[in-house]
Nanobody, 123 residues
Framework: QLVESGGGLAQPGGSLRLSCAAS????????MGWARQAPGKGLEWVSS????????YYSDSVKGRFTISRDNSKNTLYLQMNSLKPEDTARYYC??????????????????WGQGAQVTVST
């Protein structure tokens, strides 16, 4: 099970941190990722992190502004979002990969998804 939290409303230029609490599997053995879906658009890959947390990957749209991290002792995935833009408005989903080392941006390499957390960036 994957449960996201930490979404909400932020002003442009502001920050939010999403958390994803994982249970029901050995968290430290799987890569994890974040994807988002804006209203009327398809699911977009955002970021991924491999099992030990040292290998991280970002889409061009968030690189330099978002930071993915994980705490394997707490079975928790994070997404720190800084310098938020209105175009970051979307529902954000955390996902468990099928193994240790997926192709980060390939959504079919993720087999379990959370229910999502809404992020709205607006004045």
């Amino acid at each position: 099970q994957l449960v996201e939290s930490g979404g909400g409303l932020a002003q442009p230029g502001g920050s939010l941190r999403l958390s994803c609490a994982a249970s029901g599997f050995t968290f430290s053995m799987y890569a994890m990722g974040w994807a988002r879906q804006a209203p009327g658009k398809g699911l977009e890959w955002v970021s991924s992190i491999y099992t030990d947390g040292r290998d991280t990957y970002y889409s061009d749209s968030v690189k330099g502004r978002f930071t993915i991290s994980r705490d394997n002792s707490k079975n928790t995935l994070y997404l720190q979002m800084n310098s938020l833009k209105p175009e970051d408005t979307a529902r954000y989903y955390c996902a468990k990969a099928t193994g240790c080392c997926p192709i980060p941006e390939r959504l079919s390499d993720y087999d379990h998804w959370g229910q999502g957390a809404q992020v709205t960036v607006s004045t």
